[in-house]
């Protein structure tokens, strides 16, 4: 899973979820499932962006696929941000396998 975190002037907001929801397009052709961008009740102006990808390789892949164009869309996407997002990526925790003497 990867998460972005965006904080973003109050009176943008509208410019802003279109935009991200453009940049919705590009994450998902390269790979994104499950795409969304949340709003934090407790933190006005704070948005998270969420998506999954099959792998790490596979997200590592989405970041060699950018073409220009996908570079503007990011950077009009990045524009509203008040300070710069923060990426956060989480691997999926799986059950520890069991040894045969357990």
Known sequence: MVMVEY???PDKAEQFLQA???Y???RRRDGATRWGIFYDTEF???YVESFLVDSWAEHQRQHHRFTVADRAIENHVFS???EPAETR???YARTPKRSAST
């Open 80 to 82: 509203f941000a008040t």
């Open 89 to 91: 990526h989480l691997i």
């Open 20 to 22: 991200i929801h453009k």
């Open 24 to 26: 919705q397009r590009v």
């Open 7 to 9: 904080k973003i002037d």
């Open 44 to 46: 006005p102006g704070r």
